[in-house]
């Protein structure tokens, strides 16, 4: 291959260059968050505080605001919010602090127009929107015409709220930051000018403490690094697929509807064929498990949940990530599977009441109930997960043993969907009738005398009373051996319960609702109606009340009169603030002694799992770092995030925040992120060479990030790069054809480092992987973890160099070649580019180049041009075509980049 030299001596100063579109390095204070935290609750202003410490986010980005400090609140609250976050970020967000905020006129509120939102999306510096434990969740949309209008997810909402700007309630369907992505090559950190978009996430837990752990938990990973196992699906939905997709030109970038999911196999270089096989079996027969020993341990896609005896993963542990599918809505359907999330797969205990030690298991236990025996039961540190179905985070609570949320009518259901103004049960240990236990319905952490923002006049201090209103309800049902209705003298069924209030305004009546299920019914159970235990309302000590239901032969259908099992629904008629509780609940037939009530003291624990608890579970239980999904149906019928869970591993691996990684590609409207949005452990990514992805030198500098765990004194992370005939990465790994490059050393800790140069000399011309592999190692213990990236490349282009290329002076100058006819045939052409030698050696690079001649059908050619000026030169460069294959216009040696690479990827003057 012919060698042109062209008297250039350049030096590139690659390592220097900080590529487009990559993400951007961590800032020693972090003036793109702002924080939201909410003055009328105890926790949300700590929360936020210790939020800003550890991220070091400037105390003028905490915003202080004053909305109803519960779970739930209106539309109108809602858009009082909005403003008040908009005023923050006028206040304190701007590039340019002489910059005076836009006042709305002719609009609902002086903070929100078009202009403003304008202004907030060119001129703040606020990216990341960090929301609190004590600002309110959830909201339903007045006057919304998207189906499925129920509840919905606040910080959704925000997400767009704040930076666009809309008149009614419209889907999220913007595409700009997907789009912006292609293949991967364009993956970046929100940019809100051009996106139109905040990165919104929710700092919470089941008490305070939780939810500062959530901060603890992402900031010790991003230092040791991240370690365990990918619980997987083949499928991000019923019906859909997990893939790897170019938005924007709307191809797969990886394989197809079938098989793209083998990226996740990919990324923790799962390569061993007895980790897939087994997903051709049943789940149900014990072929089709995934062994323990899989790194990544997937499912088809709609089965049983991890920790099933039914699913392919039994017992999941070690869990790193979890992206479900399918998986039922309370976290894995029960309390028995729930506790198959273990540590490692050798541990039996999970509770702490069948500890050898029960008071020291106690005393250890993570669980922010202390039930749990965490030493043996969790997820791996620094874990994330996901979970499609309806409403996976409905609700950000644990409902208490035997205990559960149904408003419906059904008897076998434990709830799940929109009930919207539900207050969640709390099981206090420190206050009971007869014990230190009982259960409260109310906001701990609501401050006295909360005070709210009437309308958006920010200008004066709140007066508006606003404190949190809930409705209490709460179901038991009740099985027992099958027993007939006595029609002479018929059963009769006594619900007694002690009752308590503390402030509950205004007064309502405490109610009890009986079913009673016939025999084979299945769902379906005889409803006796509601009756009135209580008037309450004010502050009241303990009292009793009780209500007794008589059956009636006549409402059963079964000839029999068999039936096998009864339900009690409490609740109040109406929505109240303040606090209500209950203790002692008993359930009897009356003139039999037996106590039918499960847990009717709340002294038994939370050894129960409901709908839309997997945030609550996962995250202040088995101690993960963060879980999405969807909220609600709201507009998405529950299918938020649906589309690209495996993208998001994927970019998060790449070194994506999680925040970024989780909301990229998401068109609709009610989805939520727990978790610290700026988590950010790990970064394995190949940089890419160029558009072409081309390799057209010998020698070819790796740039690249090899990162997992950001503090050299806790983690040791070394990297490797291997090279596979072929475009995929799958075939090479079952192949076992993955060969050394000699590219190898030790992490630097920084993204974008010179990993190290390949010699490609030896290579065919031809698609190639290539295969970057990073290992880290924790420090002080046996841990280590290895994840991978991806990278198709072509070596060389399809035709050879021109060879033996020859300038004759004289007039004209004569140019000559070797023709490929002999090799490629006789309609192979050639361009000619050319230009000064003066300006080449000025300017390092040949941007001046001419077009010579283009399309020349042989050898030789004639220039007829006039001399150069004195002491100048032409010179010549000449490459081959046919079809749409070409060669290159010449490769010097040792000259790395080499500057005709410009030439060869599209910047020559010729077509």
């Known amino acids: ?8 001596f350049l030096v590139f100063l690659a390592a220097g260059l900080i590529l487009a579109g990559t993400p951007v390095a961590a800032q020693a204070t972090r003036d793109d968050v702002l924080i939201v935290v909410n003055d009328n609750s105890a926790d949300s202003p700590l929360v936020g505080e210790y939020y800003a410490q550890q991220r070091n986010v400037p105390a003028s980005h905490i915003c202080h605001v004053r909305t109803t400090a519960g779970y739930f609140f209106t539309w109108t609250e809602f858009l009082n919010l909005r403003d008040q976050i908009i005023r923050c970020m006028q206040d304190n967000t701007f590039d340019d602090p002489n910059l005076d905020p836009v006042v709305c006129t002719g609009t609902d509120s002086p903070y929100y127009c078009q202009d403003s939102v304008d202004q907030l999306r060119q001129h703040s510096k606020i990216r990341y929107l960090v929301m609190t434990r004590g600002v309110p969740t959830r909201m339903k949309v007045d006057n919304s015409n998207l189906p499925y209008n129920g509840p919905t997810s606040a910080d959704n ?73 990918l619980y997987g699906s083949k499928y991000g939905s019923t019906g859909g697929q997990a893939r790897w997709f170019d938005y924007q030109n709307n191809v797969y970038v ?133 979970n499609f179905q309806s409403y996976p985070v409905s609700y950000f609570t644990v409902w208490p043993t035997g205990w559960y949320q149904n408003s419906g009518s059904s008897f076998t259901s434990l709830g799940g969907g929109d009930m919207n103004l539900l207050a969640f049960p709390d099981v206090r240990d420190t206050v009971g009738r007869t014990d230190s236990y009982s259960l409260w319905f109310g906001s701990r952490d609501e401050i006295a005398d909360p005070l709210c923002y009437a309308t958006s006049d920010f200008s004066g201090a709140p007066t508006q009373a606003c404190p949190d209103e809930e409705r209490m309800m709460i179901n038991q049902r009740i099985f027992f051996a099958a027993r007939a209705v006595d029609t002479a003298n018929p059963q009769q069924y006594r619900i007694g319960l002690w009752y308590r209030s503390e402030g509950m305004s205004p007064t309502r009546n405490l109610r009890v609702q009986l079913w009673i299920r016939e025999v084979d019914a299945g769902s379906t159970a005889i409803d006796y109606g509601v009756q009135t235990l209580a008037s309450v309302g004010g502050t009241n000590d303990w009292t009793y009340a009780e209500a007794t239901f008589t059956l009636d032969p006549a409402l059963h259908t079964r000839g029999d009169l068999l039936y096998d099992g009864l339900r009690i629904r409490l609740d109040t008629n109406g929505i109240f603030g303040g606090y209500l509780a209950l203790d002692d609940v ?105 558009d072409d992805d081309l390799v057209i030198d010998d020698l070819v500098p790796l740039y690249g990030s090899a990162i997992n765990g950001r503090d050299p004194a ?23 054809s993955w060969t050394p490059t000699g590219v190898s050393g030790n992490s630097s800790y920084s993204e974008h480092q010179l990993l190290g140069t390949w010699d490609s000399s030896g290579l065919a011309q031809g698609p190639w992987t290539l295969r970057l592999r990073v290992e880290s190692k924790q420090v002080g213990s046996d841990r280590v973890q290895n994840f991978y990236d991806y990278y198709p490349v072509t070596v060389g282009l399809p035709l050879a160099e021109v060879q033996n290329l020859q ?26 580019v050319t230009g000064l030698v003066g300006s080449l050696l000025g300017s390092g690079d040949y941007s ?32 081959s075509q046919n079809g749409a294959d070409r060669s290159s216009f010449g490769d010097g040696v040792g000259i790395t980049p080499d500057p005709r690479n410009d030439l060869d990827l599209g910047g020559a003057p010729c077509l």
């Open 1 to 8: 291959m012919m060698k042109f030299r062209a008297l250039l």
């Open 586 to 690: 008993s359930i009897q037939e009356v003139g039999d002694p037996t106590e039918l009530a499960i847990n009717g003291s709340f002294d038994q624990g939370h050894e129960q799992v409901s709908g839309g608890d997997h945030a609550a579970n996962f995250l202040s239980r088995l101690n993960g770092a963060a879980f999405f999904g969807s909220l609600s149906h709201h507009e998405s019928g529950g299918h938020s995030f649906d589309n690209h869970p495996q993208e998001t591993l994927l970019y998060f691996l790449r070194g994506l925040p999680l925040g970024d990684a989780v909301w990229w590609a998401e068109p609709h409207n009610s989805g939520i992120l727990y978790g610290d949005p700026l988590y950010s452990p790990v970064a394995v990514r190949l940089d890419y060479f160029n």
């Open 714 to 736: 806790q983690v040791n992370t070394t990297y490797s790069v291997d090279v596979c005939p072929g475009s995929d990465f799958h075939a090479c790994d079952l192949d076992g």
């Open 254 to 386: 990886y394989g197809d509807a079938s098989t793209s999911w083998r990226v996740q196999l990919g990324l923790v270089g799962e390569d061993r064929t007895a980790c897939m096989d087994y997903l051709d079996q049943s789940a149900s027969s014990e072929a089709g498990k995934a062994p323990d020993y899989c790194r990544a341990r997937m499912t088809s896609g709609n089965d049983p949940p991890p920790g099933r005896a039914s699913s392919r993963e039994p017992k999941p542990f070690d869990g790193l990530f979890y992206l479900g599918s399918l998986d039922g809505q309370p976290t894995t359907g029960s309390f028995k599977d729930f506790r198959n999330w273990r540590k490692d797969n050798t541990c039996t205990n999970t509770l702490c009441r069948e500890a050898a030690d029960p008071e020291a298991c106690r005393a250890a236990s993570t669980d922010v109930f202390r039930e749990i025996d965490t030493s043996c039961m969790g997820v791996a540190d620094g874990f994330w997960g996901y």
């Open 848 to 879: 001046a180049a001419e077009c010579l001649a283009e399309d020349w059908p042989d050898t030789p050619f004639q220039d007829w041009r006039t001399n150069p000026p004195a002491g100048d030169a032409h010179y010549y460069l000449v490459r």
């Open 807 to 832: 300038v004759t002076k004289g007039f004209p100058v004569v140019v000559s070649w070797d023709s490929q006819d002999p090799i490629y045939g006789p309609e192979t052409t050639y361009d000619l």
């Open 157 to 229: 909402y925000l997400k767009y709220w704040i930076v666009r700007y809309f008149t009614e309630d419209l889907p999220f369907s913007f595409t700009e930051r997907r789009n912006a992505f292609l293949d991967g090559r364009g993956m970046r950190t929100v940019d809100v000018p051009n996106d139109g978009e905040l990165i919104v996430s929710r700092i919470d837990g089941l008490d305070l403490d939780h939810a500062k752990a959530l901060v603890d938990r992402a900031k010790a990973a991003e230092a040791t690094g991240i370690y365990g196992k």
